[in-house]
């Protein structure tokens, strides 16, 4: 059974990179595709963006200035940067991997909540 | 950029009763690449249906999903108290912004 696991600090101070990693168990990291998916408290999922195990990404438009993606195979991992935070990157974030053929998103880490503030 | 609207926002039902869930896109959305998932308080959203139509593993056949055009419904055929929580529908990097099926 694949599991995913977000690690990362919960409180990051305004204008400073919000800095994640997922850890990927129970299957290798390899030939899939491996995505970031946030949620504002009481809000809907936004998709951050993806990476592929080869490292190519994908980031979703309003964000991609702010985002780097990064892959560790040796290390099964997976990690998202986002760079100057402000109070409205608040969220829950999760780590999920997603099926391309047909597209969805199968395993989900448990997510970690991540509060920008001073 | 497909636009996903999911209705109604809330669905207030009894237990036993049947839930029909509704997501439109803004433009033809293949059926292979809609999902719809069930989110828990504090749980993150597990995939029911993919492909419109095909139940992910483990899901109890009372979740079905279907598709007409750009139209695609979940249908809870009889709740479960296990249930009640907020839905969403996926297509691609797009998710809609949930209906929430509560107890009446």
């Known amino acids: 059974q694949v599991q995913l696991q977000e690690s990362g600090p919960g409180l990051v101070k305004p204008s400073e990179t919000l800095s994640l990693t997922c850890t990927v168990s129970g299957g290798s990291i390899s030939s899939h595709y491996w995505s970031w998916i946030r949620q504002p408290p009481g809000k809907g999922l936004e998709w951050i963006g993806y990476i592929y195990y080869s490292g190519s990404t994908n980031y979703n438009p309003s964000l991609k200035s702010r985002v780097t993606m990064s892959v560790d195979t040796s290390k099964n991992q997976f990690s998202l940067k986002l760079s100057s935070v402000t109070a409205a990157d608040t969220a829950v974030y999760y780590c999920?991997?997603?099926?391309?053929?047909?597209?969805?998103?199968?395993?989900w880490g448990q997510g970690t909540l991540v509060t920008v503030a001073s | 950029e497909i636009v996903l609207t999911q209705s109604p926002g809330t669905l207030s039902l009894s237990p036993g009763e049947r839930a029909t869930l509704s997501c439109r896109a803004s433009?033809?959305?293949?059926?292979?690449?809609l999902a719809w998932y069930q989110q828990k308080p504090g749980q993150a959203p597990r995939v029911l249906i993919y492909?419109?139509?095909s139940r992910a593993t483990g899901i109890p056949d009372r979740f079905s999903g279907s598709a007409s055009g750009t139209d695609f419904t979940l249908t809870i055929s009889r709740l479960e108290p296990e249930d009640f929580a907020v839905y969403y529908c996926q297509q691609g990097e797009t998710f809609g912004q949930g209906t929430k099926v509560e107890i009446k």
């Open positions: 492909g419109a139509f």
């Open positions: 999920a991997r997603r099926v391309v053929k047909p597209d969805y998103f199968d395993y």
């Open positions: 433009q033809s959305v293949s059926s292979s690449y």
